[in-house]
């Protein structure tokens, strides 16, 4: 049976979860720092680089922080990523055999769904707890809203098109958790290695108030 508390526990840590893309190893620990100590302390670092699972084995290290792997596609980069240390799992999508292999390995998946049938065939599983993908295109805040009282058992962590401007009004939902988003970590502040801006955001993300 899927571990919701265990899902739910990183996921209110804080109200937003920042999407990472890490291309240099060397800025995996410095970024992942910047954000905890700006009060962020759950970091999904996205598969989408030849340097993730080794940033994932390196930001595991870093006090007060929750490593977990997003963009986690199939089972073999679930197993991957666990390998690797992740804590929790991340897709933008969600297979039969991926939401299966969460549960087998006992680690916390989070599964991208953006439609009621996508969010009901993961609540078959057991999956109570899913990310709501790509939330700005697939019909945003209003959309999630009109899924509350049909999938009631069901909470979200709407990812796509969040910023500071709009979190606000996801967080406000009922059956929303908390969002993610990548504007914490912006491509241009990761490669200045300006980790005093990350921080920065960080800490205007971990103040939102609803
Ligand atoms: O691929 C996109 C990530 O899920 C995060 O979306 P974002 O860059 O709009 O915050
Ligand atoms: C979209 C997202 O957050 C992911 O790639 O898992």
Same mark, same amino acid.
């Given at each position: 049976?899927?571990?919701?508390?265990?899902?739910?526990?990183?996921?209110?840590?804080?109200?937003?979860?920042?999407?990472l893309?890490?291309?240099?190893?060397?800025?995996?620990?410095?970024?992942?720092? $910047?954000?905890?100590?700006?009060?962020?302390?759950?970091?999904?670092?996205?598969?989408?680089?030849?340097? $993730?699972?080794?940033?994932?084995?390196?930001? =595991?290290a870093?006090?007060?922080?929750?490593v &977990? $792997?997003?963009?986690?596609?199939?089972?073999?980069?679930?197993?991957?990523?666990?390998?690797?240390?992740?804590?929790?799992?991340?897709?933008? &999508?969600a297979?039969?055999?991926?939401?299966?292999? !969460?549960?087998?390995?006992?680690?916390?998946?989070?599964?991208?769904?953006?439609?009621?049938?996508?969010?009901?065939?993961?609540?078959d599983? &057991?999956?109570?707890?899913?990310?709501?993908?790509?939330?700005?295109?697939?019909?945003?805040?209003?959309?999630?809203? !009109?899924l509350?009282s049909?999938?009631?058992?069901?909470?979200?962590c709407?990812?796509?098109?969040? =910023?500071?401007d709009?979190?606000?009004?996801?967080?406000?939902?009922?059956?929303?958790?908390?969002?993610?988003?990548?504007?914490?970590?912006?491509s241009?502040?990761?490669?200045?290695?300006?980790?005093?801006?990350v921080?920065?955001?960080?800490?205007?993300?971990?103040?939102? $108030?609803?």
């Amino acid at each position: 049976m899927f571990d919701t508390a265990a899902l739910l526990a990183v996921l209110r840590r804080a109200p937003v979860v920042p999407v990472l893309i890490i291309d240099r190893l060397e800025d995996a620990v410095p970024l992942g720092t $910047a954000l905890v100590k700006g009060g962020l302390p759950a970091l999904e670092v996205t598969l989408r680089t030849p340097a $993730a699972l080794d940033a994932i084995r390196a930001m =595991s290290a870093i006090p007060g922080g929750v490593v &977990g $792997a997003g963009t986690v596609l199939d089972r073999a980069q679930a197993r991957a990523a666990v390998e690797a240390g992740a804590k929790f799992l991340v897709s933008p &999508g969600a297979t039969p055999d991926l939401l299966d292999a !969460a549960i087998e390995f006992g680690v916390p998946l989070l599964p991208g769904v953006a439609t009621a049938s996508e969010a009901m065939i993961a609540r078959d599983k &057991g999956y109570r707890v899913v990310k709501f993908f790509p939330a700005g295109p697939a019909g945003g805040p209003k959309y999630l809203q !009109a899924l509350a009282s049909p999938l009631g058992d069901m909470v979200f962590c709407p990812t796509g098109g969040v =910023s500071l401007d709009n979190a606000t009004d996801y967080l406000k939902l009922k059956n929303v958790v908390c969002v993610g988003g990548s504007w914490v970590a912006p491509s241009d502040a990761v490669k200045a290695g300006d980790w005093a801006r990350v921080e920065q955001l960080a800490r205007e993300a971990a103040a939102i $108030a609803v």
